[in-house]
């Protein structure tokens, strides 16, 4: 494991150095991701399906801030709407214009976790989302995941219902028939009971100053979405695909270990528990130190010989340093 620390470290080290390039950088790959999903899920217009536009837009959000990305995700989509039916697209923006003013407006930094959803469940590890956000964060992330829960389901239905959705009965049958069956799937609200649950029990669980607790927490999140899916999939006679969940949930509960590597990694071998008191209160605290490993380095020695020209005797000098 120590080789593991120090790489952490190196990693550490590296980011602190060149973080303003590096956050760049991944500005640009996540919107470029984003952006092309988009058009890969529901690329109705072909125009703004090519994958140049999505070069382009992902080149002008990386100058931008990271909420950028989702206010042209956003409007990518609504555009994308537009070729199923100008009535839903201007559903969907309301529905986004809703999520600007109400949260994002106030909250701009959880819109990397709105756009994070939708993409963990096309990589078919949703889970991973909720319990990361409650290692890492807070309740208050609830919102974005749930948001991000409804942006996924309405994707999913228009990709997969667009048939259905064309054959309704005008503009107004067309808005009725896409938000009955986006609003009344059983399975989108099961699934985000059992995101809010799992974020709300694996904040709870890291908060606490037992062993392992971050460990525990993790397990007990991934534990927590499978129990909830499975009852409520038997409770509303919902149909879901069991051996991709558990799948699904081994990945998030490795992705989350790494996370945790990265931002909470303790020896609880060398735990201390000290007590002290003032006027009114008697404290009681349980110091566990962070696991630090310094990056070791490599010491180049050179040997440099020096004959002495009156006594003919040689001198062998060492310079550690590496200079003459």
């Not at 952006?35 to 999505?54: C, D, H, S, T, Y």
């Not at 667009?162 to 986006?182: N, P, S, Y």
Request: aromatic fraction near 12%.
């Amino acid at each position: 494991m120590s080789k593991v620390f120090e790489f952490r470290e190196y990693l550490k080290r590296v980011y602190g150095l060149y973080s303003k390039y590096i956050d760049k950088g991944f500005q640009f790959v996540f919107g470029l991701a984003v952006f092309m999903i988009l058009n890969n899920e529901i690329g109705f217009v072909e125009l703004a399906a090519r994958p140049l536009v999505a070069l382009v837009l992902a080149v002008v959000c990386t100058f931008l801030p990271m909420s950028a990305i989702a206010v042209a995700a956003g409007l990518m989509m609504v555009v994308q709407m537009m070729g199923v039916s100008i009535g839903i697209a201007m559903v969907v923006a309301a529905i986004l214009v809703v999520m600007t003013a109400f949260y994002l407006r106030f909250s701009p930094k959880t819109s990397l976790v709105i756009l994070l959803v939708p993409i963990a469940f096309i990589l078919k590890i949703p889970y991973a989302v909720p319990i990361i956000c409650g290692l890492v964060g807070s309740p208050a992330y609830i919102v974005p995941i749930l948001c991000g829960t409804l942006i996924y389901y309405m994707m999913n239905y228009i990709a997969a219902g667009i048939t259905v959705v064309k054959g309704a009965d005008g503009m107004l049958g067309q808005v009725t028939v896409f938000m009955e069956k986006v609003f009344q799937d059983r399975g989108m609200w099961i699934v985000a009971a059992a995101f809010t649950l799992c974020i709300l029990l694996v904040y709870t669980v890291r908060k606490q100053a037992f062993d392992h607790a971050w460990e525990t927490a993790i397990v007990s999140g991934a534990i927590i979405n499978i129990i909830v899916i499975v009852v409520g999939d038997i409770a509303f006679d919902v149909t879901t695909s069991y051996f991709p969940m558990v799948a699904g949930s081994i990945v998030s509960v490795l992705l989350a270990l790494i996370i945790q590597l990265f931002v909470f990694s303790v020896d609880y071998s060398r735990s201390e528990y000290l007590q002290f008191e003032d006027d009114e209160y008697c404290y009681y605290v349980k110091a566990v130190p962070k696991i630090s490993v310094p990056v070791s380095r490599k010491t180049v020695k050179k040997i440099n010989v020096r004959q002495d020209d009156e006594t003919g005797e040689v001198e062998i000098v060492r310079d550690e340093t590496g200079e003459k």
